[in-house]
């Protein structure tokens, strides 16, 4: 049985008083789910063409895009397999300054599926800056990766892909595998540098700031 008919599973059991949707869901689930702290498994290559796992990476592809993030694992949308998709488009770079761009080494990343992905260190310079996450969200810290990295897995079709990142595009790489692995962004961050995006704000409005934990 695989691991979202487990979980579909467990849901069906809950009362239906409770109003809970069964996974993948249409948010991003937030540090303290258990789901972001365990080990996904792998999927079938035979399945990957399947409406359920299909399913999946199209939730994927929908909460990413509903996000604006660059990048979005299984995990994150309550589904323990190995899957994540990452972009970086032009129009979000356009909002980025230019002395960012550079030190960041930031460049475009089209919309990509992976699927049981594997990272390959390509170069083991590590390089620190900020870096935040939706399933941690109104938080950031410095996070030291790896400069470059490949990645290789299976795309929606099941076939063999294989890809050089560098710069910031290998940073989201390494953070959505770090998800696949029941991992996040501070357990290697700089702990003094972690903070909350919003503290000016907090202090502006005396405290009682709203913080919502989707776009809509």
Request: with cysteine; proline share 6%; charged share 25%.
């Amino acid at each position: 049985m695989g691991v979202i008919r487990k979980t579909l599973n467990w849901y069906a059991r809950l009362s239906p008083s409770h109003g809970i949707s069964p996974p993948p869901y249409k948010h991003v689930v937030q540090i303290g789910d258990p789901t972001l702290r365990r080990v996904s498994e792998s999927v079938s290559l035979e399945k990957i063409r399947t409406k359920e796992i299909q399913g999946v990476i199209e939730k994927l592809k929908q909460v990413m895009y509903r996000y604006g993030s660059v990048g979005m694992a299984a995990p994150q949308v309550g589904v323990n397999l190995r899957i994540f998709v990452m972009r970086l488009t032009d129009k979000q770079i356009s909002d980025i300054s230019a002395e960012v761009i550079k030190d960041r080494d930031i460049t475009a990343v089209p919309y990509t599926v992976y699927v049981n992905p594997q990272l390959k260190v390509v170069d083991y310079q590590k390089v620190v800056h900020p870096e935040g996450c939706e399933s941690i969200k109104f938080f950031k810290a410095e996070v030291a990766r790896y400069n470059a990295v490949q990645i290789t897995g299976y795309n929606p079709e099941g076939e063999s892909i294989c890809q050089l990142y560098k710069g910031w595009a290998a940073r989201i790489a390494q953070h959505e595998m770090d998800h696949l692995d029941g991992k996040l962004y501070t357990d290697i961050m700089d702990r003094k540098s972690l903070c909350c995006t919003l503290w000016e704000e907090v202090n502006m409005a005396k405290g009682k700031v709203a913080i919502p934990f989707s776009p809509e």
